[in-house]
């Protein structure tokens, strides 16, 4: 019902930069935020960075004036820009979306694949 597909990510040396980008289809009636989290190996799943409809965002600590999430409403899409990457933000990110479906009245989470990014140092 809902699909949900990130892309742009790969290997890049420390220092430099990648976006992200994230697309969800189907019967969506609307979108109340969308996000990225990542995952390292032995770790747990971690928000990143995250933009409501209204455009407020969220960002962890680690990544703070070096990520920059935006979202195109009319896209259902969103980006996530990372500079001065380290190879502590080397993890698998995911795209979440939360939606509301036509065929529903209840909000749901929707997941991604996602996306390798490794950063070499």
């Known amino acids: 019902q809902v699909r949900v597909v990130e892309s742009g990510g790969g290997l890049v040396q420390a220092g430099g930069s990648l976006r992200l980008s994230c697309a969800a289809s189907?019967?969506?009636?609307?979108?109340?935020?969308m996000g990225w989290y990542r995952q390292a190996p032995g770790n747990e799943r971690e928000l990143v960075a995250a933009i409501t409809s209204g455009g407020s965002t969220n960002y962890a600590d680690s990544v703070k004036g070096r990520f920059t999430i935006s979202r195109d409403n009319a896209k259902n899409t969103v980006y996530l820009l990372m500079n001065s990457l380290k190879p502590e933000d080397t993890a698998v990110y995911y795209c979440?979306?939360?939606?509301?479906?036509?065929?529903?009245?209840?909000?749901?989470?929707?997941w991604g694949q996602g996306t390798q990014v490794t950063v070499s140092s």
């Open positions: 189907g019967s969506i009636f609307s979108i109340n935020a």
């Open positions: 979440n979306t939360v939606a509301r479906l036509y065929s529903s009245t209840k909000v749901g989470t929707y």
